[in-house]
Structures are given as C-alpha cells and as structure tokens.
T-cell receptor, first 112, second 112 residues
Framework: DQQVKQNSPSLSVQEGRISILNCDYTNSMFDYFLWYKKYPAEGPTFLISISSIKDKNEDGRFTVFLNKSAKHLSLHIVPSQPGDSAVYFCAASPPTGNQFYFGTGTSLTVIP | DAGVIQSPRHEVTEMGQEVTLRCKPISGHDYLFWYRQTMMRGLELLIYFNNNVPIDDSGMPEDRFSAKMPNASFSTLKIQPSEPRDSAVYFC??????????FGPGTRLTVL
C-alpha cells in the first residue's frame, strides 16, 4: 500500500505563475520529508527537504510546507520557469532506519 | 566525483533470461539503495545496504530478485528468470549516513 501519495499525475502552469505540487502521507511516524526532481533519462536529484519540527522551508524559488495534522506537504515554485518542467517526487522517512518512501510523482509542465 | 554510475543504461532481454544490473556508488557513501520505478507505483525501494550488508530487502518482489554488494564500490541486482512484468527503470542510489540520497541515471529494462 502506498504510504506516500501524489494524487495529481500532471500539472501545467504558465511561466511566471506559481506551481503547487501536493503530497499526502499516511504514516504519522514520518518525520523527514524531501522533494526530488527528475528529468527524462536521468535519475532523481534532491531539491529540498523539511523535518517535522518545522512547517516551512524555503530555498530560493522553492518552498516546502508541512501540515503534520493533515499529513500533507506541498512544494511551491515561484515564479515557475520552463526549466522547472520535470517529474517531482515527494518522499518521507521515519525516524529510525534510512528508508525513504516515495510517491508516484507529478509531471510539471511550465508553458512559456 | 562522477556520481552514482549504473550499467547498462538500457537492457532488452527475452523472458526467462537472467538480467544483471550494476551500480557503483559515490566513493565514501556507506548506504546503497536499489529502487524500481513504474508508472503505477512510482519509486519503490527494493533493498538497501549499509556498509555492504543488506539491511532491508522487504521490497524485493520475489525470489527471482537478488542483490549483492561484495565491496563498498560495487553492487548488483539480478533477476533470474526475468518476466515481462519486470520491465521498469531500476535506479541505484547512495548516501552518506542518513543524508540525502544521490541517484544514478537508471537502467531501463525491457523484458519481451
């Protein structure tokens, strides 16, 4: 059973606007969350992370928000650029072990 | 560093054949992960190693799959016999301690 879910398989956004990618998880023990970005024919690359002690983490145009009570996190990209077009995976990890659970990914297309 | 190296990048084989995927992690990383990416399930963790020792292989789908890590710089994922439903992209990733995982470019496996 999927413990991390990305219910939107795809998203299209106009260049310059905000992109919001969503992720839900079921395991309340997860305490560390990451977003990875993947271009075609390449492996996923780390984008941004957040631990459960915070509800927001910002890095340039990328901000991740965590709502623990709703078991929901989101990635905001502002402003969106054509180079942001990729598949975005969210991942979550429990406090013990080094196992990450990934979602199925959301394909973002930023239209010039 | 060259990053995580995987070979081959593409593999096409016939049902029933043995398939071996190879991975060289980033030097100094003590964790190695094998993932399988499919449209339906996203990135699934198959197995991971810490200091060359398998820690969790609960994601390995069945006995046809096996993985080894004979030394710190090399790991293999073997499928014997292969089946069409094994067709997917297989990623290897490595990390230092519980830090960010760095992914290889993946091996696209097609079993006819």
């Amino acid at each position: 059973d999927q413990q991390v879910k990305q219910n939107s398989p795809s998203l299209s956004v106009q260049e310059g606007r905000i992109s919001i990618l969503n992720c839900d998880y079921t395991n309340s023990m997860f305490d560390y969350f990451l977003w990875y970005k993947k271009y075609p024919a390449e492996g996923p690359t780390f984008l941004i992370s957040i631990s459960s002690i915070k509800d927001k983490n910002e890095d340039g145009r990328f901000t991740v928000f965590l709502n623990k009570s709703a078991k929901h996190l989101s990635l905001h990209i502002v402003p969106s650029q054509p180079g942001d077009s990729a598949v975005y995976f969210c991942a979550a990890s429990p406090p013990t072990g080094n196992q990450f659970y990934f979602g199925t990914g959301t394909s973002l297309t930023v239209i010039p | 560093d060259a990053g995580v190296i995987q070979s081959p990048r593409h593999e096409v084989t016939e049902m029933g054949q043995e398939v071996t995927l190879r991975c060289k992690p980033i030097s100094g990383h003590d964790y190695l992960f094998w993932y399988r990416q499919t449209m339906m399930r996203g990135l699934e963790l198959l197995i991971y190693f810490n200091n060359n020792v398998p820690i969790d292989d609960s994601g390995m789908p069945e006995d046809r799959f096996s993985a080894k890590m004979p030394n710190a710089s090399f790991s293999t994922l073997k499928i014997q016999p292969s089946e069409p439903r094994d067709s997917a992209v297989y990623f290897c990733a490595s990390s230092f301690d519980t830090d960010t995982q760095y992914f290889g470019p993946g091996t696209r496996l097609t079993v006819l």
